[in-house]
């Protein structure tokens, strides 16, 4: 079988790459068939995802987390730990499968580039659909390129001082995960252990401050981040501004004051506001089939999650 992209009504040509690039299985039943061939043209598949930014598996015999966890480790994507991310997730299998973000389903996660409010992000995200959702539930994504241009044309100004100080997250852990909130991610499953010592340890590895509550939740505050990044001599938007600007919102935590600039400043309401209106132009949405798989290269793809009804699965992996 060839790498051939096979186009959806939702898919954006941009110049010589499309987005995502679609490569239609046609209904291919060997399992063992799909797994050599994914081994066979590894390399030429990263050269599809690096041109093209994402690319999605349709109709491949992809009926499990363990199939898909398959075709990560025949495509030689190295495994990396979800330490430092805020979302509520279960792992799945014993390696690098866990669930998506597991907030209520009533609730929209707004875009983003995965763990990006931690020193070293993956290069790479990966999406698995076990079960579609009866209705919404779909994963956008938009190039990061694109959101960079439209910041600088929302406001130049404050886009160029956003670019120059860099950005500082602010949330407060729970000690216990909360399932209710679609950042609830307790400390101890965000930075893998068990004990307040072993957190402070992992904190200060990371270069984040700390306050330990009276509930023993953890106000945590990072290092100076970058907000735009050069990949490949082109700047992206890549942050977690977005995300925690509108969605970082729950018990203990407030969107708007979750990112400041270095010197502590929030960040302007009314260009947050107008980017909202500008992705839209941008922004690539389809309907999860069960068995879709979804690379997205994490250094210039924002993805996010649409509210959605029913049951729904879908499995999620990264890799550096």
């Not at 797994?35 to 930014?53: I, P, R």
């Not at 999406?127 to 938009?142: D, L």
């Not at 960079?148 to 670019?163: D, L, M, P, R, S």
Request: charged share 25%; proline share 4%; with cysteine.
């Amino acid at each position: 079988m060839e790498i051939k992209n096979t186009p959806i009504k939702e898919q954006k040509n941009y110049g010589n790459s499309v987005f995502p690039y679609v490569i239609n299985g046609e209904n291919q039943k060997e399992k063992s068939e799909f797994l050599l061939w994914v081994q066979q043209n590894k390399e030429a598949l990263k050269a599809t995802l690096h041109q093209n930014d994402a690319i999605l598996f349709r109709n491949f015999p992809i009926q499990s987390a363990e199939d898909f966890e398959k075709m990560l480790d025949a495509a030689e994507f190295e495994n990396m730990d979800y330490m430092g991310g805020a979302a509520p997730r279960t792992q799945v299998t014993k390696s690098r499968i866990l669930t998506s973000n597991e907030s209520p389903a009533s609730e929209a996660i707004p875009f983003h580039h995965e763990m990006s409010q931690v020193p070293n992000p993956p290069n790479y995200i990966f999406f698995c659909c076990g079960i579609s959702a009866e209705k919404g539930g779909a994963t956008p994504i938009i190039r990061s390129k694109r959101v960079y241009e439209q910041f600088q044309n929302i406001n130049a100004e404050f886009a160029n001082k956003v670019e120059q100080s860099g950005v500082r997250y602010i949330r407060v852990m729970p000690e216990k995960t909360d399932a209710d909130s679609a950042i609830g991610r307790s400390w101890k499953e965000t930075f893998q252990c068990t004990s307040k010592e072993e957190a402070e340890r992992k904190m200060q590895s990371l270069g984040m401050e700390y306050q330990w509550l009276e509930d023993n939740s953890v106000k945590t505050t990072t290092a100076i981040l970058p907000a735009i990044r050069n990949y490949q001599d082109q700047k992206m938007f890549f942050n977690s501004i977005y995300a925690a600007y509108h969605g970082w919102n729950d018990a203990r935590n407030e969107g708007h004051k979750s990112v400041t600039l270095a010197d502590g400043a929030y960040i302007d309401d009314t260009v947050m506001n107008t980017l909202t209106e500008k992705m839209k132009e941008d922004t690539v949405s389809f309907h999860w089939q069960e068995g879709d798989v979804l690379w997205i290269n994490n250094n210039t793809v924002l993805h996010s999650r649409e509210p959605y009804q029913g049951a729904r699965k879908v499995y999620a992996s990264i890799a550096k």
